[in-house]
């Protein structure tokens, strides 16, 4: 296999000669297991594992390699390698770690589009839609909603879904399909393009494994009959994966989300709401935070209806959320500068001391 097959790119190659990174070979990341990676090259499959510079060197998760991730590594026996160097991602997906405020999780970068799932039953969720797409724009990878398993609703019913969506979601392609009846998979199948990167994100249950089950034709992915009621919170699949499919596309399959923490989304945030960040532009006060102030344009075309009020709403929810974050990663920030140069002298009483 090429590495343009796995969707390696000019930029990268130009990168890898510029850091004399030519003696090494190159490979990309397309499972992991707690720090264990596997790694593909144009030899094969590659159990890898990092570097200590890597490891001690790291500031955060996103220092670690990460599912689609181009590395430099030094290949041993046939299947054992070590990875020296993570080269530039050109894209990163990332949340809110759960349960852990203040960190990211790194859900897959070099990713080209992301396939939001959502299955039409009770996961649907507009507001969650949202978030979705807040993380996608803010990571410079184009979202495709995908609206699973419509064969369990009728055609006038699934209509009306979309017509709730496009009041709020606009400039984004929708594909309603269903992996029983294999509905909507000419669609899909026609975004996928070779050489370029595809990561299903959703919640649990929604079909994500059986979709890239169903394009790969084989069954690279366990899926399973999940019971809602009694079954929750339990995930079918349980790491990230990387699949080549026929026609050259890129699959990376992840396990449920059950929660979508923004972790960072500067300009993705501007995307997602637009209208409402243009109207905004009319706000009496610079610094409005469209709740209360006298004069906000934002609460006069809510009140008009021109801005739906549940998205205004769900922009305040997760503004809120995302301030609270950046104030929690600051203040992280601030302790661990303080606990660095604790180290530092430390280092240094120790080499006086010669201990
Ligand atoms: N009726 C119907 N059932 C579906 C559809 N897609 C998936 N299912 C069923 O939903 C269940 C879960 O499917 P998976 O593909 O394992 O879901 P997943 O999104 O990969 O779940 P996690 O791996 O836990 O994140 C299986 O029993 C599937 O057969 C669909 O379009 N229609
Ligand atoms: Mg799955
Ligand atoms: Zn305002």
């Given amino acids: 296999m090429k590495l343009e097959e796995l969707g390696y790119k000019e930029n990268l190659e130009k990168f890898r000669v510029e850091q004399n990174l030519e003696s090494f070979e190159i ?8 720090e264990r990676y596997i790694v593909r090259t144009t030899e094969g499959n590659y159990e890898a594992e990092i570097t200590g510079n890597i490891r001690f060197t790291a500031k955060g998760r996103e220092d670690f390699p990460a599912v689609g991730d181009w590395v430099a590594l030094t290949t041993y026996d046939f299947d054992f390698a070590l990875i020296h160097k993570i080269l530039p991602r050109f894209s990163i997906i990332k949340r809110q770690a759960v349960g852990k405020f203040g960190e990211i999780q790194v ?3 070099n990713i080209d589009f992301a396939f939001i799932i959502q299955a039409i ?6 507001n969650r ?12 990878v184009k979202p495709i909603i995908v609206l699973s398993k419509i064969d369990l ?3 006038f019913q699934i209509n009306e879904l979309l017509k709730n969506l496009s009041i709020r979601i606009k400039n984004v392609t929708i594909i309603p399909i269903s992996n029983e009846t294999k509905a909507g998979y000419e669609k899909v199948k026609m975004i996928i ?3 370029k990167t595809y990561c299903l994100l959703g919640s649990s249950g929604v079909g994500k494994s059986t979709l890239l089950n169903n394009l790969s034709g084989n069954n690279c992915m366990k899926t399973d009959k999940i019971s809602q009621s009694t079954n929750k919170g339990r995930h079918i699949t349980t790491h990230r994966e990387l699949i080549i499919l026929e026609n050259g596309g890129i ?3 992840n396990p449920g989300m059950k929660e979508v923490g923004i972790a960072d989304a500067s300009n993705g945030f501007e995307i997602t709401f637009d209208l409402l960040f243009q109207i905004s532009q009319n706000c009496k006060f610079k610094d409005c935070t469209h709740t209360f102030e006298t004069g906000c344009a934002v609460i006069e075309a809510v009140e008009q209806g021109e801005i739906n009020k ?6 305040l929810k997760i503004e809120k959320e995302k301030a609270h974050y950046e104030s929690t990663v600051l203040e992280k920030r601030k302790k661990d500068k303080a606990f660095g140069k604790m180290v530092k002298n430390y280092k240094k009483d120790m080499r006086k001391n010669k201990y």
């Fill in 129 to 140: 839609l949202e978030r979705y797409l807040t993380i996608c724009n803010s990571s410079h």
């Fill in 27 to 34: 490979g990309r990341i397309i499972a992991e297991h707690k």
């Fill in 121 to 126: 039953d009770r996961d649907f969720n507009i």
């Fill in 193 to 195: 393009e070779k050489g």
């Fill in 153 to 155: 609703i009728e055609e």
């Fill in 310 to 315: 549940e998205s205004y709403d769900n922009y």
């Fill in 107 to 109: 859900i897959a970068t």
């Fill in 251 to 253: 699959l990376i399959d």
